[in-house]
T-cell receptor, first 111, second 122 residues
Framework: QSVLTQPPSVSGAPGQRVTISCTGS?????????VHWFQHLPGTAPKLLIYGNSNRPSGVPDRFSGSKSGTSASLAITGLQAEDEADYYCQSYDTSLSGYVFGTGTKVTVL | QVQLQESGPGLVKPSETLSLTCAVS?????????WGWIRQSPGKGLEWIGSVYHSGSTYYNPSLKSRVTISVHTSRNQFSLKLTSVSAADTAVYYC???FGWGQGTYYVDYWGQGTLVTVSS
């Protein structure tokens, strides 16, 4: 039931910059609800990376940054490191569901 | 540090009830947060199931509402999920989570459990 659309995969060499897009609709981003991002390594608890479009929780490196405009959002990872290889998901709130919605997920591969 | 740990049977028979518990440590479940269940299956991606506040107020995904009950157990610092009449489509990794929500001005999950795989099969 993923309502937010992400590319299945992105890749980059160490040190490079990669971006992950997240496309929503009028019932989530378009209504003004924020985008949030989390990182997931299979078998572990997902980790919050960005909340409120562009805010980093304490302990998250500033290599991670987020933005939102209209019905689209993006996560950027600069200075890509091997430890960044993981699945990344966006998340928001949707008025048609009156609940939480998630992105389809993007696998980041460090070449 | 907030920690959440799911527990429950890993195998449930079709038409029976799936029951999971989430133990919260490092934080009181009586605090001003919501506590929710989210699942991930290969066919449907991540899906919010529902949430509960320590007062007992509940919020459910409309697509699952008729089969879901989420309860909070403040004395044990736990909350639980019951999903009735399960089928193979309910096979998924189930996560419990802490999040912000209704009346708080923002809606995001800040802590997750590691997840537990529940398979529905006879």
């Amino acid at each position: 039931q993923s309502v937010l659309t992400q590319p299945p995969s992105v890749s980059g060499a160490p040190g490079q910059r990669v971006t992950i897009s997240c496309t929503g609709s009028s019932s989530n981003f378009g209504t003004g609800y924020d985008v949030h991002w989390f990182q997931h390594l299979p078998g572990t608890a997902p980790k919050l990376l960005i909340y409120g479009n562009s805010n980093r929780p304490s302990g998250v490196p500033d290599r991670f940054s987020g933005s939102k405009s209209g019905t689209s959002a993006s996560l950027a990872i600069t200075g890509l490191q091997a430890e960044d290889e993981a699945d990344y998901y966006c998340q928001s709130y949707d008025t048609s569901l009156s609940g939480y919605v998630f992105g389809t997920g993007t696998k980041v591969t460090v070449l | 540090q907030v920690q959440l740990q799911e527990s429950g049977p890993g195998l449930v028979k079709p038409s029976e009830t799936l029951s999971l518990t989430c133990a919260v440590s490092g934080h009181s479940i009586r605090s001003d947060y919501y506590w929710g269940w989210i699942r991930q299956s290969p066919g449907k991606g991540l899906e919010w199931i529902g949430s509960v506040y320590h007062s007992g107020s509940t919020y459910y995904n409309p697509s699952l509402k008729s089969r879901v009950t989420i309860s909070v157990h403040t004395s044990r610092n736990q909350f639980s999920l019951k999903l009735t009449s399960v089928s193979a489509a309910d096979t998924a990794v189930y996560y419990c989570a802490r999040h912000f929500g209704w009346g708080q001005g923002t809606y995001y999950v800040d802590y997750w459990g590691q997840g537990t795989l529940v398979t529905v099969s006879s």
